[in-house]
């Protein structure tokens, strides 16, 4: 199936490793031009020279916090000047604050500022500055990455969970609202992702990625490709009818936790 990629210029924010930077690999791999935001300088220069090399792409790579409205202006402002369009934005974010701990635990107010910041508000902000690019050409796809523990209350997943059903609410309302402009909007709900490519104090113990295994109907870990694929389609032209939705790739797991 041709994706209808090709010269599409994609936003992919949190992108210099997991989740964004797999999801940037793939759109680059269907020929998008892309355009990369995070904190770490050297990564994402490196990426970009390498979606360069392999896939012939344009990449844009633009150091710089999610948490910062000047850093936003200045991300958009590259895009203009490197650009002039935006067709697809990929709203990823950081983690929310760790360790995650059980709700009443959760008593430090700071930890959920922090947590609105880093999962809600700057997607919020993403999304209104990529609409004017995107409404100019009658053409969008945003896709925001939230976590399928919206959909099932996960011990000690308050934290996130709260502020992630919040970007679907606000995602569904804006699919609403912008779909006249020719722009889709749905959110990708993952779970069970394999990360270890994290660093050893932020990943899974043994014991951990054991009980994550098991919680999966396909009794396994997601890989990053699978992930990366869904969001890709999502972000497709042939995806033109799909809006207002949060797709779930969890294995299964929320429906088997909800059957069971
Ligand atoms: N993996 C899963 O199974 C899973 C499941 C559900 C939800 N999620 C969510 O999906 C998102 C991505 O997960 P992941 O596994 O890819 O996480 P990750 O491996 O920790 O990667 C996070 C990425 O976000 C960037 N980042 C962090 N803070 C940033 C900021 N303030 N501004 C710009 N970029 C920032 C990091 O780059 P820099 O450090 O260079 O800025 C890095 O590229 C997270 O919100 C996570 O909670 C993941």
Redesign the pocket.
């Known amino acids: 199936m041709d994706l209808g990629l090709s010269g599409k210029v994609a936003l992919i924010?949190?992108?210099?490793?997991?989740?964004?930077?797999?999801v940037a690999k793939r759109l680059a791999s269907e020929g998008a031009d892309v355009v990369l935001?995070?904190?770490?300088a050297e990564?994402?220069e490196t990426l970009a020279a390498t979606f360069r090399d392999e896939y012939g792409v344009r990449a844009l790579p633009v150091v710089?916090?999610?948490?910062?409205t000047s850093?936003h202006d200045r991300l958009f402002a590259a895009i203009k000047d490197e650009f002039g369009r935006l067709d697809i934005a990929i709203v990823?974010?950081?983690?929310?604050p760790s360790p995650l701990r059980s709700a009443l635990d959760e008593t430090d107010r700071s930890r959920w500022h922090q947590s609105y910041d880093?999962?809600l508000s700057?997607v919020i902000e993403i999304t209104q500055r990529a609409h004017p690019l995107m409404s100019a050409n009658s053409w969008g796809r945003m896709i925001a990455?939230?976590?399928?523990?919206v959909h099932l209350a996960m011990p000690h997943h308050a934290l996130?969970t709260v502020f992630?059903a919040g970007v679907e609410a606000y995602m569904k309302h804006l699919s609403s609202e912008i779909g006249k402009d020719g722009i889709t909007v749905n959110c990708v709900?993952?779970?069970?992702?394999?990360?270890s490519?994290?660093e050893a104090a932020?990943s899974y113990s043994p014991e951990q990625t054991a009980r994550r295994r098991e919680m999966s109907a396909m009794k396994r870990?997601?890989t990053?490709e699978e992930?990366a694929s869904v969001v890709t389609f999502l972000a497709s032209v042939p995806a033109g009818f799909v809006t207002g939705e949060s797709i779930r790739v969890d294995g299964g797991m929320v429906t088997a936790a909800l059957h069971r």
């Open positions: 924010t949190a992108s210099s490793g997991g989740i964004g930077m797999n935001l995070a904190r770490s990564k994402l710089g916090s999610m948490l910062e850093d990823n974010t950081g983690r929310p880093t999962l700057c990455i939230t976590s399928a523990s996130s992630r709900a993952p779970a069970l992702i394999d990360s490519h994290r932020v870990l997601g990053h992930l």
